[in-house]
Each structure stands twice: as structure tokens, then as C-alpha cells.
């Protein structure tokens, strides 16, 4: 039996937030009614590394059909939705900064995230004329792992707007590895309609198990620009297969443990 080849394609977080308008020329990208190995590779290999830009603008519509709307904060309902999160996260982070704080219970910062998106659901929900929930996927299923985390509709107009919190370490604003990603897939999409996409990075002390929350950066996606990285990926599974294995061996020093033994 031949091994299972799977690849995995994901958007990756890019170091730069150019605002200008011109796109830099389109990738060839090579079309196919079913998708084969030898067109994916000349995809990638004929990108020439445009792929390293990309509007993110451009990714949503393309993988789910729907626009990243400019926000306003000029707009009333914009105003409305902006008033609703900076009140939350005034309130959030003193809170989840002091010593009897949830967060505290945790060992790994990225466990905390789910703190802060419940917090953030909860006091949406209590702004008059906001709601807030976790998306659902186009299957009716809500799935809190993947982008995005929060879905906030204006009661009036019907806009939403998509929020992704992130916890950041004061300090590593500027950083190049990767800390946000955006997984193209039609059944995990929680995109569903034209919508704000924004994230709020929030600043903590890096003090494990006694965190303290500084500070919070709401920023507008609709000019975010990001980078693809392609890869091939296997598991242990589809690698230590009989058919696959040339030979084998064992270390002739230590004895190997008795079996027992079984009654007739």
C-alpha cells in the first residue's frame, strides 16, 4: 500500500501593514477541473515568491466569497461596536490582572487566550444594541479553534464584525515569527458573510502564573498584508509502514523484558 501524501496550506502572519492601494502583479496560478501534484508544484515553483505579499482582503474573498468591510469609527454603528470592545477590554485587563485572576491558574500564556474570549463574549453581550458569539461554521457548528474567535453583530444594521484576540508580550511588537495564521478549508470556514475583521493584540508582563495585562492594540485587517508558506507533511503512521522499512535493528546491550507467561 502506498503512504498517503497530504499537504497542508496556511496563511501565514505578515511583517507589514501596508496601507497603499496597488497590488503588486498576480501570481500565475495554474487551474485544473481536479487539482493534481504536478500543477500544485508549478503553482508554487512559478510564484517567483509573490506569494510572500498578499492582501489579506484579497485571501477572504477568494477562499470564502466574502468582503472585508473598511471600519469607520466615524460611522455610527462602527462607533457603536468601537465603544462596546474598548470599554470590555478597559474592564478585562484590570481584572485579569489582579492576584485572584483566573489566568493565574494557568501554566502557558496560550491558555489564557480562552479567558479573554469568553470575558470579551460575555461583556459584548451585555453592551445594549451588541451581541457577541463564537461563529459558527456553514454547517450550524460552533468551533472555537481557527480564525475567526468572536463574531460581533450591531442590532440596527446588522453588521458584523469578526474579532481575533491575540496575547503578546509587551516588548515583541516587532518580532518576525509567525503569530497569526488563517487556514483555507470549506468545512472548518467560519467566515460567513461580509463583515469588520479586526484583532486586538493585548500587551502581558510575561510574569507565568502572575500575569499582568498593560495594554491593548485594536487593529483594522482590511489592509493587512500577509505571506503563504506551503509545505508537505506526513505523520509517524504514514512514515514506519512494513512496506516502507528496508530493515531493523536493536541495541544488543540491553536484554529484552521476559514475556509472560500465558496459561494453556
Known amino acids: 500500500m ?3 501524501l497530504s499537504a497542508i496550506v496556511c496563511v501565514f502572519f505578515a511583517c507589514s501593514c501596508d496601507r497603499e492601494t496597488v497590488e503588486p502583479p498576480a501570481s500565475p496560478i495554474v487551474y485544473t477541473p481536479k487539482p493534481t501534484v504536478d500543477s500544485f508544484i508549478d503553482t508554487i515553483l512559478s510564484s517567483d515568491g509573490k506569494f510572500s505579499d498578499m492582501s ?16 469607520d469609527p466615524s460611522d455610527s454603528a462602527d462607533k457603536e461596536i468601537l465603544e462596546g470592545i474598548t470599554s470590555a ?30 470575558a470579551l463574549r460575555h461583556r459584548l453581550n451585555n453592551v445594549p444594541g451588541l451581541t457577541c458569539d463564537y461563529p459558527k461554521t456553514e454547517a450550524g457548528k460552533v468551533q472555537r479553534s481557527g480564525y475567526p474567535d468572536l463574531r ?19 516588548g ?9 495564521y488563517f487556514t483555507p478549508k470549506n468545512e472548518t470556514n467560519k467566515v460567513l458573510e461580509d463583515a469588520h475583521h479586526l484583532l486586538v493584540g493585548i500587551e502581558h508582563d510575561g510574569n507565568t502564573g502572575n500575569w499582568k495585562f498593560l495594554k491593548w492594540h485594536l487593529i483594522d485587517l482590511g489592509e493587512f498584508r500577509v505571506r503563504l508558506k506551503a509545505e508537505f507533511q506526513a505523520s509517524n503512521k504514514d512514515l514506519y509502514q512494513e512496506n516502507l522499512t528496508i530493515l531493523e535493528g536493536v541495541n544488543k546491550e540491553i536484554e529484552p523484558e521476559p514475556k509472560e507467561k500465558t496459561l494453556e
Open 2 to 4: 502506498i503512504p498517503r
Open 56 to 71: 489579506f482582503r484579497k485571501v477572504i474573498k477568494s477562499s470564502t466569497g466574502h468582503e472585508i468591510l473598511p471600519f
Open 89 to 118: 477590554l478597559d474592564v478585562i485587563l484590570v481584572k485579569f490582572s489582579l492576584e485572584t485572576s483566573l489566568t493565574n491558574d494557568e501554566k502557558r500564556i496560550n491558555e489564557v487566550s480562552s479567558h479573554f474570549e469568553e
Open 152 to 170: 460581533i453583530e450591531h442590532e440596527a444594521t446588522g453588521r458584523v464584525a469578526y474579532l481575533d484576540p491575540k496575547l503578546v508580550e509587551t
Open 172 to 180: 515583541s511588537l516587532k518580532s518576525s515569527l509567525r503569530t497569526f
